[in-house]
Each structure stands twice: as C-alpha cells, then as structure tokens.
C-alpha cells in the first residue's frame, strides 16, 4: 500500500532557529513530491520535485528529493512566527495525491 | 475566478441528515479533487473528476458519499445519511491539466460537524 510517513509529527522552535522536515515515502509510481504549507485550512503550495538531487529554494525555504533514500527533506532557515503552520508532504501519483499526516511547526518569538 | 471556492465554510448537521457540498474550480481547470482531512490527519483522496467524467472514485468511504460534476465546472460532494464519522473538513483541489504539472490549488474547504 503506498504511504508517506513525515517526521516529526511536531516541532517547536524560537523565531532565528533553522529546522528540517522529513519526508519518507513507500510509492510505487509518482510523478512528482509536493509540499504545502497549511495555516488555516487551504494547503498552499511551496514546492514540487520531480529530479532527484536538484535543490528548489524560495527565499528562505529549499527542498530537496532523494529518490535513493526515498525521501525528500523540507529546510526553512531564519524561522519568523509567521511559518507557524502544518507543513504536508504529498506524493502526485497520476491520479491523486497521497499525503503525509503533516509536521505541525510552532515558531515562538 | 481567482481561486477555488468551497461553500458553505462551516456546515454543522444532525446524524441522518443529508448534507451538500459546494466546490466552483478555477474557470478552465480541467481536473477537479476532492479530499477529506479529519482532525490532526493529512487530506486524503475521495474522488477525481476530469472535465465531466469521473475517473476515480476510489476513496469514497461508503455508499451514502457521492459526487457529481455535471458540466465540467461546479462540483458537488453529497454525504446521504451522515453519520458522526463524517465529521472532518472536505478540501477541493483543481488543477489545469490532467497531468498535474502546473501543481494542484486547494480551495479553504468546508469544515463538517455531525451531531
């Protein structure tokens, strides 16, 4: 059965800290790995890997897919209160997406 | 429009009542989702649509969960006979293409209480 395990389930952090989300994945076929930030409840849309080992930055979040290790790690640097948020890792399997349970972030100030 | 819309944002129905859910994608998206995301849960798949013809419907948990999108835009989720396992927040997603390259938009979802 296809499944994405994150790690961990919670984290909590002082704002200037950095912090690094993991994602684990047991997929037969995908397409592409997605992350999304969720704050209130529509998921937005961060990143989507397709090539393994090819780092994706947006300012001071990066992302990268290790289709070896079957994983894919999430990195946001200089953490501010406002990345507080739900952070999903989903699996685009043609058809569907298949999602992680989420890695719920605190940045306190 | 600009982004998906879900209506209504809150829906709260006594067990046994029949509930519909709204979900307007972005005009011209082809591909149209539906998730449900219980408390402390990721979203997970119940259906997907292309243009009119659903394609899977996998994920519907029972026989009283249906979807419809008639004309390839609107879409509705009905949930006959809720039960309070029905309770969770139903996210709709569309895309613009059938093959998902330029990413999936989430609308903010109707959040179901059964009582």
């Known amino acids: 059965e296809d499944k994405v395990v994150q790690s961990p389930l919670s984290l909590v952090v002082h704002e200037g800290d950095t912090v690094t989300l993991n994602c684990s994945y047991e997929?037969?076929?995908?397409?592409?790995l997605l992350w999304y930030k969720q704050e209130k409840k529509a998921p937005t849309f961060l990143f989507m890997l397709?090539?393994?080992?090819i780092e994706k930055k947006s300012g001071r979040l990066s992302s990268i897919l290790d289709k070896k290790e079957l994983s894919s790690i999430l990195n946001i640097t200089a953490t501010q209160t406002g990345d507080s948020a739900i952070y999903l890792c989903?699996?685009?399997?043609?058809?569907?997406?298949?999602f992680g349970t989420g890695t719920r972030l605190q940045v306190f100030p | 429009g600009a982004g998906v819309s879900q209506s209504p944002r809150y829906k709260v129905a006594k067990r046994g009542q029949d509930v519909a859910l709204r979900c307007d994608p972005i005009?011209?998206?082809?591909?149209l989702f539906w998730y449900q995301q219980a408390l402390g849960q990721g979203p997970e798949f119940l259906t997907y649509?292309?243009?009119?013809?659903?394609?899977?419907k996998s994920g519907l948990p029972s026989d009283r969960f249906f979807a419809e999108r008639p004309e390839g835009s609107v879409s509705t989720l009905k949930i006959q006979r809720t039960q309070q396992e029905d309770s969770a927040v139903y996210l709709c997603?569309?895309?613009?293409?059938?093959?998902?390259?330029?990413?999936?938009?989430f609308g903010s979802g109707t959040r179901l209480t059964v009582v």
């Open positions: 997603a569309s895309s613009l293409t059938q093959t998902g390259n330029y990413g999936y938009t």
């Open positions: 997929v037969t076929n995908f397409r592409s």
């Open positions: 397709t090539s393994s080992g």
């Open positions: 989903a699996l685009d399997n043609t058809d569907k997406l298949i």
């Open positions: 005009s011209g998206h082809v591909s």
């Open positions: 649509f292309q243009n009119e013809a659903q394609l899977d």
